[in-house]
């Protein structure tokens, strides 16, 4: 029995704003790799790597750390300490 392979023109539709940031998140946290990612949202290694790329980039990289970068928007409630380190405040 022959079966005819399917062929789709043109090019693969990019991830919408939410998939593109849960993909970043996820790669930045560890919790999927970049291949993971790509194989599970279908879209190509290089494309994964440019999305979180562009969230790095959005973001600055010192507040971008392995608890992903949803923390990074509220870092006013954190401080620094003399070696350099972040600390929470306590809660008002």
Do not use: C
């Not at 919790?31 to 440019?50: D, F, H």
């Amino acid at each position: 029995m022959v079966t005819a392979k399917t062929f789709v023109w043109g090019r693969r539709k990019k991830p919408d704003p939410a998939k593109q940031r849960e993909i970043a998140e996820s790669v930045i946290s560890g919790r999927k790799s970049g291949a993971e990612m790509a194989r599970l949202y279908n879209v190509s290694q290089p494309t994964v790597s440019r999305i979180v790329a562009a969230l790095r980039r959005s973001h600055p990289l010192s507040q971008i750390d392995a608890q992903g970068p949803e923390r990074a928007v509220d870092a006013s409630s954190e401080e620094t300490t003399p070696q350099g380190r972040r600390q929470s405040l306590p809660a008002a």
